[in-house]
């Protein structure tokens, strides 16, 4: 049995006439530059989580970099984030000249560690960057208090966390709704995945709404008329119609991503060799990847792979120890949490449309591995 970690075609066959009208009509319309598809489905989002601002940009690289530049994450300024990410969560601060100050994560979450980042403000600390990764948000209350504790200002890269919730002064919120900004990547994995690349930024505030709006047009209140040194980075007419059909099926989606997690759960619990995702108190969890932390992890992953089950390590180098980023003068052994986790973490085939047939045999080829 052949098991992809990840396929776009069964849902496009599940709902293939909505795709291919919802393509149809945004072709025909010609509109292919902020089309009236960008705007209404902006304003879906914010009717799915609650937001009251959203702005579609091209990819959610480019939606951290704007954030980043809004806020001033740059000329030198430290921004506190976690070192085991994918690279864009820092890379927003680097290339804007700001300096990323690194912090070590949970062990059971895989979430920035709070009380290690406290430790690393100091004076010219600017912002916080916490990253929701794999199925639930960071701990926003404490990053929340040291927020206001230090005067500083949050932005969350909730790029792996559409439909994520967390529990915050009573009340359960959407990721990347608590900080000043929040963020969200449509990239074809994701949740709510594109046909291609396709970016948000959401937040509550109306003035770095407007901000937002004008940076992803070069900076323009209007055409051809600048207020900033802006981008040139819009979400696609065509990847905010193929969004609003995914949009429309999203709570179906998120529930079987929850039932395959269940299973594994399940069909995993009794081996030793296998720790599971931990979901801390007052985290509502959504699946976007289903990581493992495996004894003897590249070995086990030859053997999936060898059985035609596909894989993915989250991830293979931790920031620190990238050669870009070299100048920070960080070494091995500074963040050991993340270093282990680096040799330990596996994906499994997580997607809506994965069979429990094909969670059964992965499971099952797990279990031969360490017999």
Same mark, same amino acid.
């Given at each position: 049995m052949k098991v992809p970690f990840y396929d776009a075609t069964r849902e496009y066959k599940l709902y293939k006439s909505e795709f291919d009208n919802a393509i149809s009509n945004a072709v025909s319309s010609g509109a292919f530059i902020l089309g009236k598809q960008v705007s209404e489905f902006e304003e879906a989002v914010c009717n799915y989580t609650g937001a009251k601002y959203a702005v579609g940009?091209?990819?959610?690289?480019?939606?951290?970099?704007? &954030?980043? $530049?809004?806020? @001033?994450y740059k000329n030198n300024a430290e921004i506190i984030t976690?070192?085991?990410?994918?690279?864009?969560?820092?890379?927003?601060?680097?290339?804007?000249?700001?300096?990323?100050?690194?912090?070590?994560? $949970?062990?059971?979450?895989? +979430?920035? +560690?709070? /009380? $290690?980042? !406290?430790?690393?403000? /100091? +004076?010219?600390?600017?912002?916080?960057?916490?990253?929701? #990764?794999?199925?639930?948000?960071? $701990?926003?209350?404490?990053?929340? !208090? #040291?927020?206001?504790?230090?005067?500083?200002?949050?932005?969350?890269?909730?790029? !792996?966390?559409?439909?994520?919730k967390t529990k915050y002064n009573g009340e359960?919120?959407?990721?990347?709704?608590?900080?000043?900004?929040?963020?969200?990547?449509?990239?074809?994995?994701?949740?709510?995945g594109g046909y291609g690349d396709g970016g948000m930024i959401i937040t509550n505030n109306e003035e770095l709404y407007k901000k937002a709006k004008s940076y992803r047009v070069h900076g323009a209140s209007k055409k051809y008329h600048h207020d900033y040194i802006g981008y040139n980075s819009r979400l696609d007419t065509?990847?905010? &119609?193929?969004?609003?059909?995914?949009?429309?099926?999203?709570?179906?989606?998120?529930?079987?991503?929850k039932k395959h997690a269940a299973l594994y759960r399940k069909l995993l619990n009794d081996l030793p060799q296998i720790k599971l995702p931990v979901i801390k108190d007052g985290n509502q969890e959504v699946n976007y990847v289903f990581c493992i932390k495996a004894e003897k992890r590249d070995a086990l992953e030859a053997h999936l792979n060898s059985r035609e089950i596909g894989t993915s390590i989250y991830y293979p180098v931790p920031l620190h120890l990238q050669k870009c980023f070299e100048y920070l003068?960080?070494?091995k052994g500074d963040f050991p949490v993340a @270093?282990?986790?680096? !040799?330990?973490?596996?994906?499994?085939?997580?997607f809506p449309e994965l069979k429990e047939e094909e969670i059964s045999f992965v499971c099952e080829s797990i279990k031969e591995f360490y017999k």
């Open positions: 940009v091209a990819n959610g690289s480019d939606a951290l970099v704007i &954030a980043s $530049d809004i806020l @001033e976690p070192v085991f990410t994918f690279f864009a969560s820092t890379s927003c601060i680097a290339r804007l000249g700001g300096k990323p100050i690194f912090c070590d994560v $949970d062990e059971e979450t895989f +979430n920035i +560690n709070f /009380t $290690d980042a !406290e430790n690393r403000i /100091t +004076n010219k600390t600017k912002g916080i960057l916490p990253v929701h #990764l794999f199925l639930q948000t960071a $701990d926003m209350t404490s990053c929340m !208090e #040291l927020a206001k504790k230090y005067n500083l200002s949050v932005l969350e890269d909730a790029a !792996e966390a559409f439909g994520m359960y919120i959407h990721a990347g709704l608590i900080g000043d900004f929040g963020i969200f990547s449509f990239f074809p994995t994701k949740t709510l065509l990847q905010a &119609a193929i969004l609003q059909v995914k949009l429309s099926h999203i709570n179906k989606s998120l529930e079987l991503r003068g960080y070494k @270093e282990k986790l680096c !040799e330990t973490v596996l994906a499994l085939p997580m």
